[in-house]
């Protein structure tokens, strides 16, 4: 089991409602969700990589479009 450290800290009422909402969504909770933007904020900060909800998009375009990309490629 994955230690945890309790903290406290204060966000916009409206945007603890969507995380609290996404979390229901997605059954998920809450905490693993804030701990996901953790991670893709400071991956993103690092430089590391792109957020991964950015390249799933990214790749869904391209298993979507791969005819229209061959195209454009001649």
Known sequence: MTMREKFASQADPELLA???ELAKT????????VEE???????????ERPRENVMAHFRDSVRRNAELYKRLAK
């Open 26 to 33: 997605e059954g998920r909770q809450f905490q693993a969700l």
């Open 18 to 20: 969507q995380m609290r």
């Open 37 to 47: 933007a953790f991670r893709e904020f400071l991956a993103r900060k690092a430089g």
